[in-house]
């Protein structure tokens, strides 16, 4: 993707691969695609999200007799769902790197951020607020498990989905079975096939569970 230099009222007008596939009445991937074949102009916010330039939108629908977009379009959908958050308390950055991709591949309205141990990841946690939280079982500092346990006397947690990420077998996960009762666990050779549905998963919960507007 070529950088491209914006201003921050530029940025303000530019568009989430979400909306555009929505002005569409595409997929996202298609969105996607279509910014790999240059068809649309993107560039990359500091959390790895793709925001497609207006005018390349503009450009692509008045080329084949489509009105361009209003300003109205720029505003959100009144009642439309917030971003959610995402923390991944991770030491590996070929994990955490994987695990981006795999979010913004599938979920690229999702706010992944990244913690390289225990200490930190209940820092951020505490900070963030996030509603999704993916722990590695084995960190340094404080193991996973720990962590959780530690992030259970917190009352804000009762609302967050939680997925453990583990490259430990059954056997090596026996002294960790306390912390993992019930609750979803992806195997770390399984990542690419495992995660992407449980994320959506989590997602649909966390959404079911959020105030409906009335239309």
Do not use: C
Not at 21 to 38: E, H, K, P
Not at 132 to 141: A, C, R, T
Request: cysteine-free; charged content about 20%; aromatic content about 4%.
């Amino acid at each position: 993707m070529t950088a491209i230099a914006r201003t921050p009222d530029d940025m303000q007008e530019d568009f989430s691969t979400r909306e555009v596939a929505q002005r569409l009445g595409m997929a996202v991937r298609s969105v996607q695609l279509m910014v790999d074949r240059g068809e649309l102009q993107a560039w990359r916010t500091p959390g790895g999200h793709r925001r497609i330039l207006r005018s390349s939108l503009d450009a692509w629908l008045t080329g084949r007799g489509l009105a361009p977009t209003k300003p109205a379009d720029l505003a959100p959908l009144e009642g439309a769902p917030r971003r959610l958050k995402a923390l991944l308390i991770e030491d590996s950055v070929h994990y955490q790197n994987l695990v981006s991709l795999l979010a913004q591949q599938e979920y690229p309205d999702l706010d992944l951020h990244t913690a390289n141990d225990g200490i930190g990841g209940l820092v951020m946690y505490g900070q963030l607020q996030p509603e999704i939280l993916l722990v590695d079982i084995l960190l340094p500092g404080i193991d996973g498990a720990a962590l959780v346990t530690s992030l259970r006397s917190q009352p804000q947690f009762a609302s967050s989905e939680l997925i453990f990420v583990t490259a430990l077998d059954e056997q090596q996960r026996a002294p960790y079975a306390f912390a993992l009762a019930g609750l979803p666990l992806v195997h770390k050779p399984r990542l690419v096939t495992d995660l992407p549905p449980l994320l959506g998963a989590a997602i649909q919960r966390i959404r079911a569970r959020q105030p409906q507007t009335a239309a």
